[in-house]
């Protein structure tokens, strides 16, 4: 004899919907901090890619500073001594991401980026132009831990700490563009947002999130 479970019961679980899914696109606009030169530095980046059954995350992510910094660069004999200086870089990367820890209220990530970019030096010639150096290719490893806590069925809260290591450069050029890298993150999930409303379920309800639901 067939039982059928009451259509409530059919719906999986909201606080694992999205984990459930073979695969899924993922958006994400990456806002990095960072220290370059004993500088407090923003990085934007923005990042598209596939989740693959709530676990693995790959994909591509554009990245540039948000302001320049002043370089340790030589400055070029031909150049007065007044030239003041700033260091430019930007890369795309590729990354994967892997899911440590998954529970309903928690989740625990490792990364790694691998970039490649491109990076210049801009000279502010005192009562002269604006020249700018040739430029260098760069290559970047940027490995990081990251987690959250979901505070809603759609919505969460977290923090990651990494190291951006430049590789295949000189080594002036890989001290002023390595260093530590850490971030705060708000983070909507889009397609349980659509499932809270959708089902018109409580916008700001903790069901599903207890172990006790």
């Not at 050029?173 to 889009?190: C, D, H, M, T």
Request: hydrophobic share 40%; no cysteine.
């Amino acid at each position: 004899m067939l039982l059928a479970l009451p259509a409530a019961a059919q719906r999986p679980d909201y606080a694992t919907d999205s984990a459930q899914l073979h695969r899924r696109p993922v958006f994400q606009l990456d806002v990095r901090n960072s220290i370059l030169n004993r500088n407090f530095v923003t990085l934007l980046g923005l990042k598209l890619g596939v989740e693959w059954r709530g676990r693995i995350r790959t994909g591509l992510g554009v990245y540039f500073l948000s302001s320049p910094i002043p370089t340790r660069q030589p400055l070029p004999i031909e150049l007065p001594p007044a030239t003041r200086t700033e260091l430019r870089f930007r890369y795309v990367a590729g990354y994967g991401e892997y899911v440590l820890l998954r529970t309903r209220r928690w989740e625990l990530n490792t990364q790694l980026q691998l970039g490649v970019g491109k990076s210049y030096t801009r000279y502010f010639v005192p009562a002269g132009p604006v020249l700018r150096s040739p430029k260098q290719v760069i290559w970047l490893a940027e490995p990081s831990v990251a987690g959250h806590m979901r505070l809603f069925r759609w919505f969460s809260l977290g923090t990651g700490l990494g190291w951006r290591q430049p590789i295949f450069v000189s080594e002036l050029l890989q001290q002023e563009l390595n260093g530590p890298v850490f971030y705060g993150r708000a983070k909507i999930s889009l397609g349980d947002l659509y499932k809270t409303l959708r089902f018109k379920r409580r916008l700001f309800s903790q069901h599903g999130l207890r172990a006790d639901n």
